[in-house]
């Protein structure tokens, strides 16, 4: 299997696949996020051979109805279908959390859905409250994970 390699990259860049992956209907603009470009926002692409196959973003944002400073949302987290199963996915989640806790981040959140689970509870992210139901989307979960802080 060829390298991924994991890069960062504009929020321009990330779109078309989050659209093509994440809302395969719906225009464009729909993959445009508040916070997209914000200066602590991350965005990484997943490339094997020079090909963009993944991307996901991290955006230094509480959960709703919380007000946590520490904490960091993933969104937009998308690998091309004939990708998928890889291990691209996983290549870039880690390094997003590897981000949040390098920027003393101490919880990483996001609306997961619901058919990528398991993959979220493999890296210890667990459910919090009820299913929903995203529009244009589909079924979604909270997931959250606790990030530990070395002792300083």
Request: glycine share 10%; aromatic share 8%.
């Amino acid at each position: 299997m060829p390298e991924v390699i994991i890069r960062l990259i504009p929020a321009e860049e990330a779109r078309p696949l989050r659209g093509a992956i994440l809302r395969p209907n719906l225009p464009l603009e729909k993959s445009v996020y508040p916070g997209d470009d914000a200066h602590d926002t991350l965005h990484l692409g997943a490339y094997v051979m020079d090909e963009l196959v993944g991307v996901a973003s991290v955006f230094h944002q509480p959960p709703p109805g919380e007000s946590l400073s520490a904490a960091w949302r993933l969104r937009g987290m998308a690998v091309r279908t004939n990708a998928q199963g890889r291990g691209y996915g996983r290549a870039l989640l880690e390094h997003c959390i590897a981000h949040v806790a390098k920027q003393g981040g101490t919880l990483f959140w996001c609306n997961g859905r619901t058919s990528a689970l398991s993959f979220y509870r493999s890296f210890g992210l667990e459910p919090r409250g009820e299913e929903f139901d995203v529009p244009d989307s589909g079924r979604h979960f909270v997931l959250h994970l606790r990030i530990n802080q070395p002792a300083p």
